[in-house]
Each structure stands twice: as structure tokens, then as C-alpha cells.
């Protein structure tokens, strides 16, 4: 079994991983846990070998007992030891800007549309800056795609988990292998797309400008937290802290382009308190018990010392 993150990166890595094993069966956690639910890891644990793709699971480590494990990922972790393969560059403090590439990493896979996709979903315009934007540019002047279409692919794809839609993020992987036409022509993905720029949208111009920074309070149940996040910072260039107010949970995001910014002792923080928090050096994401949203900003903004501003 291939258990991968539900975003592009995840269904990238998916699609590499098939390529050079072949198919097996397809599994992504429920949409937006970082973390396995009883009911996942019944699932999971009936197999006898688990792949995991571009996901740190906080109890890999209980997976053990019942399947051989083998983790690729590139995400901030520590070393599971029961693993069969645990091969994270992070491990050895390296920053790899997706998990398509430490794939073709470990396994000599050769640089394809799939690894360029990874690369430019998690790391969208940044791509340019990184020393992969090789691959990037490789697959724009072989495809005749320019940047933009890449980064269109990449929303079609992650279209699929932001409308929680977790069957179709499995099917996504398939879809993909047919190349990147098929995924541009699909009327599914397409209509997704709309429905979610709008909404998007919405909630990035409410945002409020705090000077050095940007603040949102929204309310949405769709996974958007991160994009609307992601388009404060890369659109309008400054740091944003967005809460997200669902029915049933808080979701808090930080993100920032400084280079000297890392949210490693945010993340320290967050898990002090007993919250689920995780990410990469310049983003964090935390779920949080509804209503502790805006209160938990306050004290990271506290820890920060960005501003003496209290959001209320
Ligand atoms: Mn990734």
C-alpha cells in the first residue's frame, strides 16, 4: 500500500513511486489530519508493506508491528528507527524543496514532469530561486508549458483536497500518469477550481494589513487555510497569521518569505501546549479546540515580538 499526502507533491510522489514499482493500492489519511484516526490506521495497518510519501506521521513508529515500512519524505522529522527505510534528507539536516525530489533522488529516477510538479507545488514561485529550478525549466521547454500552466496544474490537483473530496485525490494519481494535458483538460478539476478562487478570494481581501504583516480571521470548511495563507504572502509579500474558525476545530497558519525566519520554536511551542502543529522552516500549521484560535495567535505573535497589536 502507497499512503501519500493528499496535495500535489503527495500525488506526484505517488505517481513516481507506481511508475518505478508498479501499481498497488492507493491511500491518503483522512483530509487534513496529519496524524492517523483509529479508523485510518485500521485500514493501513491490514498490509503487509506500507509505503508513506511526503508525510510525517507522528505514529509511524506503532506502524510497525504490523507492515514493513518504507518512508520517503522531506518534511521536518526525527528518525523513525523501526522502519525498513526512513530516507528523509531532513535527517540530515538538508532541505529538499519536495518529496518528488527525494525520490529521484534515492531511486536515480530521471527528472520528469511528475518531480517539476512536486517541486512547484510546494514551493510555488520560490521554484525560480532553487537550484531543481532546473528540472522546472526543463519540462516548461520540452512541454511548451509556461510557469503559470505548471502552477495551474498544480491547483487543479490540489483542487481535489481543499473540497475534501478524498476519492478523487486518489484518482488524481492516475489522471496524472496519463500526463499533464489530461489534468488541465478535466472538466471536474476545472469546475473545483472555479468554485474555490471565488471563495478564495474572498477571504484574502479581507485580510488585514498590520503594517509588517497580515492578519485573517475567516471561516471556512474547506482546506484552504494554507493557499489563502500562501497567496497573502506571495502576492502581497509580507508575513500572515490566519485563523480559521470550522465547526468543529481552530486551524492557526504562519508563513513568512523572510530567509531568517523559522518556525521551529513556534512548532516547540504549539506541541508544549498539546496541539497538533507541523511544517516546514518558513510555515506552520496548528489545529487547535474551537475557539482557541484567536487566543493562540495572540501568543505567538507574543513570542515573536513582531508588534505590541492583540487581535480580537
Ligand atoms: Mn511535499
Redesign the pocket.
Known amino acids: 500500500m502507497i499512503l501519500h ?1 493528499w ?1 500535489t ?2 500525488i506526484a ?1 505517488a505517481a513516481i513511486y507506481i511508475k518505478i514499482f508498479g501499481e498497488d493500492t492507493l491511500f491518503t489519511p483522512t483530509i487534513g489530519n496529519y496524524f492517523l484516526s483509529a479508523e485510518d490506521f485500521s485500514k493501513v495497518s491490514k498490509s503487509e508493506k506500507l509505503v508513506i510519501l ?1 508525510m510525517n506521521l507522528p505514529d509511524a513508529e506503532k506502524l510497525c508491528k504490523h507492515a514493513d515500512l518504507y518512508i520517503y519524505d ?2 521536518r522529522a526525527s528518525a523513525v528507527q523501526c522502519a525498513k527505510e526512513h530516507y528523509n534528507p531532513y535527517l540530515k539536516g538538508e532541505n529538499y524543496p ?2 518528488t525530489t527525494v525520490l529521484k533522488e534515492r531511486f536515480y529516477y530521471k527528472p520528469d514532469y511528475l518531480v517539476a510538479l ?1 517541486i512547484v ?2 514551493t510555488g514561485p520560490n521554484a525560480r530561486q532553487l537550484k531543481e529550478w532546473k528540472i522546472v525549466r526543463k519540462v516548461m521547454e520540452e512541454s511548451g508549458f509556461d510557469f503559470e500552466t505548471l502552477t495551474r496544474i498544480t491547483y487543479l490537483l490540489d483542487s481535489s483536497y481543499k473540497l475534501n473530496k478524498r476519492q478523487e485525490v486518489l484518482d488524481n494519481v492516475h489522471l496524472l500518469l496519463e500526463g499533464m494535458q489530461a489534468v488541465l483538460e478535466n472538466e471536474q478539476l476545472n469546475r473545483n477550481l472555479e468554485l474555490l478562487e471565488n471563495e478564495i478570494n474572498m477571504w484574502v481581501n479581507e485580510a488585514e494589513d498590520f503594517g509588517s504583516y497580515f492578519f485573517l480571521r475567516m471561516q471556512s470548511e474547506h482546506h484552504i487555510i494554507s493557499t489563502v495563507t500562501r497567496k497573502l504572502v506571495w502576492e502581497l509579500g509580507k508575513p500572515a497569521i490566519v485563523v480559521n474558525e470550522k465547526s468543529d476545530r481552530d486551524e492557526f497558519y504562519i508563513r513568512s518569505q523572510d530567509t531568517t525566519f523559522d518556525t521551529a520554536p513556534l512548532i516547540e511551542f504549539a506541541k508544549q501546549k498539546g496541539f497538533r502543529a507541523g511544517g516546514k522552516k518558513e510555515v506552520m500549521g496548528a489545529v487547535l479546540p474551537k475557539g482557541k484560535g484567536l487566543e493562540f495567535a495572540n501568543a505567538i505573535l507574543e513570542l515573536l515580538e513582531w508588534k505590541n497589536a492583540h487581535f480580537s
Request: with cysteine; charged share 30%.
Open positions: 499526502h496535495d507533491d503527495g510522489s511526503d522531506h518534511h519536495s518529496c512536486g507545488g510546494d
